[in-house]
């Protein structure tokens, strides 16, 4: 079962290191989360960003997230946070893709969605390799 403080414990670790103090971020649980993901990953966590008011949401998996190695629990926090750290470009990129006709939007829109989460990945390890927990 997800240990509510440890969830808490990692945000906090990850807001810090992140310079989010501004930002509320409030944890969330659900059952499963569907992941349109083409690479087939299987979804950890979601991040949820509202970058004018500051305030996101970080869903947790319960199914995946109760399996992970303490390791992976904080790799996927910390690939959350910096989907919050992210969100204002990504608001700004999804405000231009509604300019868009429908069908350009289609081609853009999973285009940007693949290069948001490798960039957000790319951010992770680097973070855990700077602050020594990449293994």
């Excluded at 997230?65 to 946070?81: L, T, V």
Aim: charge should be negative.
């Amino acid at each position: 079962m997800v240990r509510k403080r440890e969830v808490e414990r990692l945000m906090e670790k990850w807001r810090n290191r992140l310079w989010l103090s501004q930002w509320k971020i409030t944890p969330a649980t659900t059952e499963t989360l569907e992941d349109d993901s083409p690479r087939g990953y299987e979804a950890t966590a979601a991040c949820d960003a509202d970058p004018t008011y500051r305030q996101a949401t970080i869903t947790i998996a319960l199914d995946v997230w109760d399996k992970r190695s303490a390791r992976r629990q904080n790799r996927s926090m910390c690939h959350e946070m910096v989907h919050v750290m992210m969100s204002p470009t990504t608001h700004l990129f999804d405000e231009m893709l509604k300019e868009l006709s429908p069908s350009k939007r289609a081609v853009y829109e999973k285009w940007y969605r693949d290069v948001d989460e490798v960039q957000a990945e790319h951010l992770c390890n680097v973070l855990l390799d700077v602050m020594g927990e990449l293994k």
